[in-house]
Nanobody
């Protein structure tokens, strides 16, 4: 069983920054990629960024150059540094890991970008 807990969301003005954190606990296998998804009201959940165990990253086009995903394998944690935030980034952000063929999700953290 794996448990994921996100933190760091909040209300920020356009152009501002936030840093999301996700801490994993439980029997998580080494070598797993970790991901951040987001879901805005009325929209499907979207993959925002992913990072392999070795640190290779991928991003959805809409956040390239503004978001940075990173991880600390010793702490079983993944982070999402978000800069130059836009109103369209408003969503609930979820941490995700596929562990032993089971998809695990955190409870989500709300990010609202508004003036």
């Amino acid at each position: 069983q794996v448990h994921l807990v996100e933190s760091g969301g909040g209300l920020v003005q356009p152009g501002g920054s936030l840093r999301l954190s996700c801490a994993a606990s439980g029997s998580i296998s080494a070598g797993n990629a970790m991901r951040w998804y987001r879901q805005a009201p009325g929209n499907q959940r979207e993959l925002v960024a992913s990072i392999t165990y070795s640190g290779r990253t991928t991003y959805v086009d809409s956040v390239k150059g503004r978001f940075t995903i990173s991880r600390d394998n010793a702490k079983k944690s993944v982070y999402l540094q978000m800069s130059n935030l836009k109103p369209e980034d408003t969503a609930i952000y979820y941490c995700n890991v596929l562990n032993n063929a089971v998809n695990y999700w955190g409870q989500g953290t709300q990010v609202t970008v508004s003036s």
